[in-house]
């Protein structure tokens, strides 16, 4: 066995992997690396290898979704949420813009994923628009709300401690949406964050316009699927875990057929 | 395909707080009990004023009022006309009312077109000013009532309340007057918030079905009794009842297309349409039975201004009723919308294996968190979710084709750009610009230097104000700034060298300066003169 050769090929494999737009199924190289990874063990164990010493873990190889990595913490290629939000105007306070952000990123994959069964299924595609990534988040923020209004005591934010404010309420409070002079959509708005989030999904190769209706709606890629399911979900989950915010999900979902006889 | 966008709401995870260690919070509370023990019979004083809620809520409703009193407060303050005989807060309430009526269930009232409405009103207001300004003047009121310049185009006022524990503490209510949302057709459009139409109607904290049965029965009462100006205030008051109901109404609808599970439609929604059908049917009645009753009135009233007033409530309950169809086909329209939701959002498999419920699990929860927490959390699954960025290598014929591309389109997203409201300066200049000149006369000395003495003494015969600014411009090229004299292009800068020989003059005192002009040689910028 050549090991040079063996070496090129599986950093040729994780090269693939860096070109989110290129597919196994569209390229017979690519289509044969990823069949060698998943039957050769000593070449899966070479090309996790060589990931791992650019900064980079392997999540996944399929024929779907191609190589799918992900940076590890201070890799070259780790994309940081503060240049992400960097945007965003200074007299605006830093932590709410990067939670805005984050939120709809959040709000993104759970409507691409709706259920816990939509994120398992691999055949499984999701669609999203910007108009239901912000609706979803605005009617869980009203859900929260009216409970808040239900209970007892006051809980409007306290003027002196603004980082105690729930992230809610600054999602809330936000504008879906501001006139500008030339019409264009403000960026500082939900709907623009979320427009922002969707396109930036979209050159990262994990969503694809459908078309341009509802402030335009992507479908999910598998790609996107793999990158959820098995490092973003699990590490934000682990981060909640860590605050003592302990939910606990039933198997089937929070989404239940309903049975009403009443309409 | 199962193309959906129907998600889970959150059942069982929105009581996960209580056991949140947060070090914050507890810390709180332990300063709260130390406080608290040595305050107890005061609190017990000031609890049985302050801890009552209706105050809060008569504070917030204070609060309401106050961006209105605020554009009064402004208006001396514009540049760019003398806007106080404006009554702004009437403007503002004119603009909300106009918003308001604009307000159907779709969509709102378009800026142009509100501030179009608002013209004719801020023309009478000041007949004697241009259009221009009178447009400009509707604009800006439009823009403070939506806040615009701040990122949440909202007001915040702080009030104070007294919690449980006898605590005085200062909480922050938000609210908004107008807000902008966009159409599907991505127009945007403005409403009237909750907050804006109670402040309006001037009815806080009641219910909508009641408040609407009293306006109702006031009107006809005011109808029998001949009072038409009062009647048409009440007929108006009623229009804004039906589009807040109708607003309650909407809401509920579009929560179920969200999620049916979300709106209770065992029980609460079936009652609610019921009642809903059942006040329409009962505001038809009336509100025919006052048309008609009205109509009468203006056919058969003599008074000019009557038959006018008469007119314009008819027009008024004419609009009522066409909202109250509207409403109507809506609600019936309610239950087959529910049923297609229901089709769309219910179905699903059984998990394969065991995953994250995205939105019950990670997003309602991360909502609920505060701010400060809440990061952790989403920058965790941002850099798990966003994928890598590959940093560009350059290359020759990457740089080439780089150049060669064509200028990329604009972004569709742009920062708010604010026009900031500035206030004009004070005049400070103290001389007179024939007294600036008159010195420069007489500090042009480009050949022979000259005694301060002399120079005060001829400036005081000009002006006895001058001798002031010469004495003090000798005294300031004592020290001249000739870098900054090259840096500004002139040619010359002021000198003065003090030779020891004193002034004698009654106003000032001090060295005799020698004053002349040093010419600046820009060859080696090194400055060479007469002195």
Avoid at chain 2, 19 to 38: E, K, Q, Y
Avoid at chain 2, 96 to 108: S, Y
Wanted: proline share 5%; aromatic share 6%; charged share 30%.
């Amino acid at each position: 066995m050549s090991t040079t050769g063996d070496a090129e090929a599986a950093a040729r494999l994780v090269s693939f992997g860096m070109r989110p737009k290129q597919l196994p199924g569209r390229d017979v190289v690519y289509a044969d690396l990823v069949r060698r990874y998943g039957e050769d063990s000593a070449f899966k164990q070479l090309t996790n290898a060589v990931a791992a010493g650019l900064g980079l873990m392997v999540l996944d190889v399929s024929t779907q979704a191609g190589a799918v990595l992900a940076a590890t913490d201070e890799s070259v290629f780790e994309i940081k949420m503060d240049s992400y939000a960097r945007q965003s105007k200074i007299r605006e306070r830093r932590e709410t813009e990067k939670v805005l952000h984050g939120l709809v990123h959040l709000a993104a994959a759970a409507l691409g994923f709706p259920r816990p069964d939509d994120l398992a299924n691999d055949t499984y595609i999701g669609r999203v628009s910007v108009e239901q990534v912000d609706g979803v988040v605005r009617e869980a923020c009203r859900i929260l709300d009216e409970r808040a209004a239900k209970a007892e005591e006051n809980n409007d934010p306290l003027s002196g401690a603004p980082e105690l404010e729930q992230a809610w309420r600054a999602y809330a409070r936000r504008p879906a949406a501001a006139a500008t002079k030339d019409g264009r959509l403000a960026s500082d708005t939900t709907r623009g964050m979320v427009s922002r989030a969707l396109r930036f999904l979209a050159e990262q190769g994990f969503l694809v316009q459908v078309n341009g209706e509802q402030g335009g709606t992507y479908r999910t890629s598998p790609r996107y699927q793999v990158q959820v399911r098995e490092l973003a979900a699990d590490s934000a989950f682990e981060e909640l875990l860590a605050l003592g915010v302990v939910s606990v999900g039933d198997g089937a979902g929070t989404l239940r057929p309903s049975v009403s006889d009443t309409l | 395909m199962n193309l959906k966008v129907a998600h889970p709401s959150p059942t069982t995870t929105l009581n996960g707080d209580a056991s949140r260690p947060n070090l914050m919070v507890t810390r709180r509370c332990a300063r709260r009990r130390r406080l608290t023990l040595p305050v107890v019979r005061d609190a017990e004083l000031i609890g049985g004023g302050l801890a009552d809620e209706g105050l809060a809520r008569r504070l917030k409703a204070l609060a309401c009022t106050a961006p209105l009193h605020d554009l009064d407060a402004r208006k001396a303050k514009l540049d760019w006309a003398d806007a106080t005989v404006y009554q702004m807060a009437e403007i503002a309430l004119h603009t909300i009312d106009q918003v308001t009526i604009a307000m159907d269930f779709d969509t709102g009232a378009d800026h142009h077109e509100v501030v179009r409405r608002l013209q004719p009103f801020i023309a009478a207001q000041a007949p004697g000013r241009k259009p221009d300004e009178h447009l400009r003047v509707g604009r800006w009121v439009l823009d403070n009532l939506i806040n615009v310049g701040t990122a949440d185009r909202g007001f915040r006022r702080v009030y104070g309340s007294v919690d449980a524990n006898g605590v005085y503490q200062r909480r922050a209510f938000d609210f908004k007057l107008l807000v902008e949302l966009a159409a599907p057709d991505g127009e945007v459009y403005l409403r009237t918030t909750d907050e804006a139409i109670n402040v309006l109607v001037g009815a806080l904290d009641t219910d909508v079905e009641s408040a609407h049965i009293a306006a109702e029965v006031k009107l006809e009462n005011l109808i029998s009794r001949g009072r038409l100006a009062d009647a048409k205030l009440a007929a108006e008051q009623a229009r804004y009842r039906t589009v807040q109901y109708g607003e309650t109404l909407r809401a509920k609808l579009d929560a179920t297309r969200r999620d049916v599970r979300a709106v209770d439609w065992d029980i609460e929604m079936p009652e609610m349409l019921d009642s809903a059908l059942s006040h329409i049917e009962s505001r038809f009645r009336a509100e025919n039975a006052i048309l008609k009753n009205i109509t009468a009135a203006r056919d058969e009233a003599e008074d000019v201004d009557r038959k006018r007033r008469a007119a314009e409530l008819v027009d008024i309950v004419g609009d009522c009723i066409s909202r109250h169809t509207q409403l109507q086909s809506r609600l019936q329209a309610a239950g087959a919308t529910f049923r297609a939701e229901q089709d769309r959002q219910q179905f699903s498999g059984p998990p394969q294996r065991a995953t994250i419920d995205l939105f019950g699990q990670l997003l309602v929860p991360t909502l609920e968190l505060p701010i400060a927490d809440a990061v952790a959390p989403v920058e965790k699954f941002f850099q798990g979710s966003a994928g890598l960025s590959v940093p560009a290598v350059p290359s020759l014929s990457a740089l080439v084709s780089l150049l060669l591309r064509p200028a990329p389109e604009r972004d569709k997203l742009v920062g708010e750009v604010p026009e900031p409201e500035l206030v004009p300066s004070e005049t400070l200049d103290y001389y007179s610009d024939e007294q600036w000149r008159h010195a420069d006369e007489l500090l042009d000395l480009p050949e022979v230097p000259r005694r301060l003495s002399g120079l005060l003494a001829e400036a005081r015969e000009i002006d006895p104000q001058l001798a002031r600014l010469i004495a003090l411009r000798a005294l300031h090229s004592y020290s001249p700034g000739v870098a900054a004299a090259v840096r500004q292009g002139d040619d010359r800068a002021l000198l003065a060298i003090d030779d020891g020989t004193e002034l004698d003059d009654p106003e000032f005192g001090g060295a005799d300066l020698l004053l002349a002009s040093a010419f600046i040689d820009r060859g080696d910028s090194e400055p060479g003169g007469t002195s």
